[in-house]
């Protein structure tokens, strides 16, 4: 692995040794809680590789091809198990390629990590892309590629398949700039017009600029160095747009008129050899996406379409140019040029003609201008017509008729409060219908209107409101959610469970959070249900109240046969040092079942759980008959230094003194990770180790035992 990655330049091996953590952040990641020790030093391991990447380059792209990790034009070895892991649980994801750019901090690596263990197997991309979007990774940039979206043919993908994956790439790269049209023009004119726009429909899904297209439109209609478009290239290009979704349509059609009008002369040429039909079809796909065309180039194709219809055969003669039958000059036919177009105007006018365009009409906006505009403002119309009625429901002089007018109408409006967040008027609504009833004045027409705010119906559409608008007004949320009390949680619950966003999911439980205790019955009633998701949420809930009383409620799912639910019934339990929960992490250890025992090394490191030391050094003490086995006993040594018992380090340095010659390479990585994770334990029980790994053969470990010694010096 290592003679593969010294071939290649210094930032593209820095960036295959952060390949390397990364995949062991990403593993440990998908295994252990955030706050875990391993999670933490992994994720700085990958972090400090980036930082010096990005001294020498300010982003870092690295392409997938199926169990291949490419750099630049490099490609990693894919017999190397790591790099083969990490490429293919990419390609998993359908991830074409992954740039990270400078500025990218832990957490994002965290929330990459998060996105990669998400369960996608059977996902469509456009479910992925759904997914991933849930996650802040302002500094990561990944890009897929849907194959699945191709036909198939006798069970094996078809020579067009395979065709139509490479067009893929080479149109995807045009548009986000990896790939310059002259490197795959060759392969991107031989693309069918129609199989180009489906091409495009599918994976030009953002915004791009518009340089984008004019990259795509180069590669695909350049012919030669002397003209950029012949009259059989441009009807080809107008059958592309026609095939593409209305937005690229506009954005295509634009880029071609750019293109077509950069060089008058040119399009003469082209346009002669055109109908009078396609000049015309031309036109109307321009009129109809409304596209401003260039002042020399609408002169031109107006002289084809009437000269063209009044079947005249020449369009110039010796001494000037027929339009509308009248003779020009030559000297006017030059307008028509665009590089000689402006040198009709003078210099004084020219000028005069720039200032205009430098002028930002935002300038001209005064104060009175923008108050007019905010007076008119539709949200702000309802906010101070709903406290206009407010204002009156407290006044004493209005009568009973009027009174019910005023309600019905606030009544009908609080649907609209909803859809623009105006929480704070809802609320004060409420409070004045709940004074008004309590003081006898209009008692009636104040109870049909708490009722009417109390509903199902109501309620379904608070919180549907809270959803999308809740996390930008959270304090008045809060105070609505109070004045529910327990009426709202259901609802809540109801969202939550619906609910596909990660950062809206985390919003609602801090609002049952807040409600205390009132939440457990409602979530010990939603343990039953069947999804396993749910029942983690409800575990989660109850945990948070910080009532010993929801143990009893938990325990039963320590066992529950999806890891996600017992994990978080194990760590709701170990969070109050629940017994419980020890004694079930004690018979976890001993479990024939590899993912019950790995939950249960990683829980007890978390959580440091000292009564279980002594599993885990009769773990430590077996035998290993392969490399598996010192993997495993990898993550031993790692909950051990969590928990920093003494009585461990004898048995580490048993295992120090042990020679293994058929597992060489995986043995000295256990005994790096003794020395790791030494810090863990007081420092006088585990001197004598560390003077021994000072004269070590082994670098790392005489970095590690160096650092300890420094930081423990008298």
């Known amino acids: 692995m290592v003679d593969d990655i010294e071939k290649i330049p210094l930032d593209a091996r820095l960036l295959s040794y952060a390949i390397i953590e990364l995949n062991i952040s ?44 490419i750099i630049d034009e490099y490609k990693l070895d894919k017999k190397n198990p790591v790099f083969r892991e990490f490429a293919l649980n990419l390609s998993k994801m359908h991830i074409a390629y992954i740039t990270l750019h400078n500025g990218v901090t832990k957490d994002e690596l965290y929330q990459f990590h998060s996105f990669l263990s998400e369960k996608v197997e059977d996902s469509t991309v456009d479910r992925i892309r759904k997914v ?97 478009f012949s009259g059989t290239e441009l009807k080809k290009m107008l059958t592309l747009i026609n095939h593409l979704r209305p937005e690229l349509k506009k954005q295509f059609l634009s880029s071609t008129v750019k293109n077509f009008s950069s060089n008058i002369d040119s399009s003469s040429q082209i346009l002669k050899k055109l109908s009078v ?16 065309i260039p002042e020399p180039l609408m002169n031109l194709l107006d002289k084809f379409t009437d000269i063209s219809k009044g079947n005249i055969e020449s369009l110039k003669l010796a001494d000037g140019l027929i339009v509308d039958d009248i003779i ?4 006017i036919d030059s307008v028509f040029k665009q590089d000689n177009f402006v040198t009709l105007l003078d210099d004084t006018y020219q000028q005069e003609i720039q200032k205009l365009l430098n002028v930002h009409s935002k300038g001209f906006k005064t104060s009175q201008l923008i108050e007019f505009e905010s007076e008119f403002n539709d949200d702000l119309v309802e906010k101070k017509f709903n406290q206009i009625m407010l204002e009156l429901m407290v006044s004493p002089t209005v009568a009973r008729k009027e009174y019910q007018e005023i309600v019905s109408l606030v009544q009908g409006q609080s649907e609209q409060l909803l859809w623009i967040g105006e929480y704070g008027q809802i609320l004060m609504l409420l409070n004045l219908l709940e004074s008004n009833k309590a003081q006898d004045r209009f008692a009636d027409i104040n109870s049909e209107a708490l009722c009417h705010f109390h509903a199902d119906e109501f309620l379904v559409l608070l919180v549907d409101s809270l959803r999308i608008l809740g996390k930008q007004k959270r304090k008045e949320v809060t105070a609505l959610c109070e004045y529910y009390d327990h009426r709202i949680i259901p609802f809540l619950i109801d969202a939550l469970i619906e609910e596909d966003s990660q950062m809206t999911r985390r919003f609602l439980m801090d609002l049952l959070k807040q409600l205390g205790d009132k939440v457990i ?156 994770t030494l810090n863990g334990y007081p420092y006088e029980s585990v001197r004598d180790l560390v003077e021994a790994g000072l004269k070590s053969k082994n670098q790392y470990i005489r970095t590690e035992s160096l650092r300890l010694s420094k930081a423990n010096a008298q």
């Open 521 to 676: 019955p409602e979530a010990t009633k939603r343990l039953a249900d069947d999804r396993w998701f749910v029942k983690r949420n409800m575990l989660y809930i109850l945990s948070e109240t910080n009532n010993k009383d929801v143990a009893e409620y938990i325990q039963p799912y320590c066992r529950d046969e999806n890891l996600k639910v017992s994990f978080e019934a194990l760590r709701c339990l170990l969070s109050s040092d629940d017994s419980y929960a020890i004694d079930t992490i004690k018979e976890y250890l001993r479990s024939d079942i590899r993912v019950r025992v790995e939950q249960a090394i990683a829980l007890s490191g978390s959580f440091r759980i000292k009564e279980v030391v002594g599993d885990l050094i009769q773990m430590l003490k077996k035998t290993e008959m392969t490399g598996s086995d010192f993997y495993d006993k990898i993550a031993v040594v790692k909950a051990l230094g969590d928990i920093g018992d003494p009585q461990a380090v004898e048995t580490l340095r048993r295992v120090l003194a042990k020679r293994s010659i058929l597992f060489r390479g995986v043995s000295d990585r256990l005994k790096e990770e003794i020395y790791k």
């Open 132 to 228: 991933l979007r849930e996650y802040n990774l302002q500094h990561i940039n990944i890009r897929f590629v849907d194959y699945g979206a191709f036909s198939f043919a006798g069970g094996e993908k078809s020579q067009q398949t395979k065709e139509n994956s490479l067009w893929e790439r080479y149109i995807f790269g045009l548009l986000e700039g990896s790939m310059q049209g002259e490197a795959v023009s060759d392969k991107v004119r031989d693309i069918p017009p129609k199989i180009l726009a489906q091409l495009l429909n599918r994976v030009s899904e953002e915004n791009h600029k518009e340089e984008a297209y004019d990259r795509v439109i180069t590669a695909y209609m350049r012919s030669s160095s002397d003209s950029f």
């Open 26 to 69: 990403r593993r440990n990641v998908s295994i252990y809680p955030k706050e875990h020790p391993s999670v933490t030093r992994s994720l700085g391991r990958t972090y400090d590789f980036l930082r010096k990447l990005f001294e020498i380059r300010s982003e870092i792209t690295l392409a997938v091809a199926k169990d291949t990790i």
């Open 328 to 331: 020009l000059s030559p000297e």
């Open 277 to 292: 039909e396609e000049i015309i079809g031309l036109l109307n796909a321009i009129n109809e996406q409304k596209i401003t």
